[in-house]
């Protein structure tokens, strides 16, 4: 099975690239500079790779950005998923979709189901539900939807990372919202399960995917800071409405992951646990970063 991986310069495809090579699976894993899958040739640069198997990573992630540049978001988020599902019906091969909590409105106390209501409240949010709907118009027969939340890893630019660089080059303290509450979902366990899946019988359609258990933005800076050995007392909750951003931020964004369960796929662990695997690497990584400047 030879995969194909777009977006490919992200964390998740990074990850997605070390698990399919543990795993001894052939891949192409291409960047946007070699894959811009928003553009007019990208079903055809698509097809011509021949793969067996599609996992589309690329996306407009930066939330706040999206609300002032929403063409920009548009055109990845939702004509270049457009793209990506019209190449794959044309190979007739399984197609992997990424998307997002952010497809919700944030306003709830209980997880949210496969089918509750999407309402998204963001530009980036409203964007990866128009590309949800446009693939599932197109080629709904082959994609499966995965919905994940908070990924972190070694790879890129990250909350974790962020929130460990802190810790460990200055002595300050910091502020992080309490009042937020979603999944830290380790994007390496996610690439693992991206692999499960593709070795399953299970049929297409949409999941949610994400690490187990919740917390606040204020509750995941802590464990980061105990896990690597700093001083938790150094973060501060705060609240956010004393948090300035552009876009507006989930409330409540925990996502049910019974449907992924019910059909035999492996259950990912608590955040928690992700969290203390993942630490070791991602503090040798935020260390050597911060070392060569």
């Known amino acids: 099975m030879s995969w194909l991986i777009t977006g490919g310069s992200g964390q998740l495809a990074l990850c997605l690239t070390d698990s399919l090579t543990r795993e001894g699976q052939a891949f192409t894993s291409l960047s946007k500079r070699e894959l811009d899958i928003s553009t007019t040739d990208s079903v ?35 004509l270049g998923a457009k793209n990506v599902a019209i190449a794959a019906k044309e190979l007739g091969v399984p197609l992997i979709h990424i998307s997002t909590d952010y497809v919700f409105s944030g306003e709830s106390s209980i997880p949210w189901q496969i089918n509750s209501p999407t309402q998204p409240r963001t530009t980036y949010g409203k964007t990866k539900l128009s590309g949800e709907r446009e693939i599932n118009n197109i080629y709904p027969e082959g994609t499966f939807i995965l919905r994940t939340a908070w990924l972190y890893s070694r790879y890129g630019t990250n909350f974790a990372k962020s929130i460990l660089r802190k810790a460990i080059t200055s002595g300050d303290a910091l502020k ?15 690439a693992d399960q991206i692999f499960y899946l593709s070795k399953s019988q299970a049929n297409p359609g949409t999941y949610h995917v994400t690490n187990g258990g919740e917390a606040s933005w204020y509750e995941f800076a802590r ?16 609240s956010s409405s004393e948090y300035e951003s552009v876009a507006h931020r989930p409330k409540y964004s925990v996502l049910d992951n019974s449907v992924w369960d019910s059909k035999g796929l492996p259950r990912m662990s608590d955040w928690e646990d992700a969290l203390n ?6 503090r040798d990584q935020v260390e050597r970063e911060a070392h060569n400047g």
């Open 44 to 78: 055809s640069k698509i097809v011509g790779q021949s793969p067996r198997i599609i996992v589309n990573c690329a996306a407009y992630t930066a939330v706040d950005k999206a609300e002032s540049k929403p063409d920009s978001a548009q055109t990845v988020n939702t």
């Open 277 to 282: 695997r993942a630490i070791p690497e991602i």
């Open 176 to 190: 992080v919202v309490n009042d937020q509450i979603g999944q830290p979902t380790l994007a390496s366990e996610l």
């Open 223 to 238: 464990e980061i800071f105990l896990l690597s050995g700093h001083d938790p007392s150094r973060v501060n909750p705060i």
